[in-house]
């Protein structure tokens, strides 16, 4: 009964981790839930999901095939197989670019951050962040709402620190 709590309260950081961008601290307690039993299907699509934002598309797919091998009738592993097949493709298409980066990383690092802020002020770089946001939104609504998240829990933090 204790290694049942212990598995469960693993995949749910694992959860908890993968909402907060925190994928590789994902990974991790997806891993040690794994060691514990290597029949919980949970952690291996959670485990999954995290590799997909991360985009290591190939380890995503074998992750959710082992969460399908052991809970053959779910219906998120086998959507999300497809889609983390689907972006592999992609990325190893001819017309696919074939780079691959951590968004999170990107979006943590102060150095771009602090680029991008000064980059803004000019109206031109406005105009043009406006039609690549527009472009965006289109075609991955998720990851401007990721980064809209991320701005707005950055200037929250912000604000909270000026008035301590």
Request: with cysteine.
């Amino acid at each position: 009964m204790l290694l049942i709590i212990k598995i469960s309260s693993l995949s749910l950081r694992a959860a908890a981790q993968s909402k907060l961008g925190h994928y590789t601290d994902a990974i991790k307690d997806c891993e040690k839930a794994i060691a514990i039993d290597s029949k919980y299907s949970k952690a291996y699509g959670r485990m999954g999901l995290a590799l997909t934002a991360m985009n290591k598309f190939q380890e995503a797919v074998t992750s959710y095939q082992k969460a399908l091998d052991l809970d053959p009738e779910n219906d998120s592993y086998k959507s999300n197989l497809k889609i983390a097949e689907q972006k592999l493709r992609e990325g190893s298409s001819p017309t696919g670019t074939g780079l691959s980066f951590d968004m999170a990383s990107l979006i943590n690092n102060p150095a771009f951050i602090s680029m991008a802020a000064s980059l803004m002020q000019n109206p031109q770089v406005q105009q043009l962040g406006q039609q690549f946001a527009q472009q965006i939104q289109q075609q991955n609504p998720e990851l401007i709402e990721q980064l809209r998240n991320h701005i707005r829990s950055r200037s929250f933090s912000s604000s909270a620190e000026e008035h301590s």
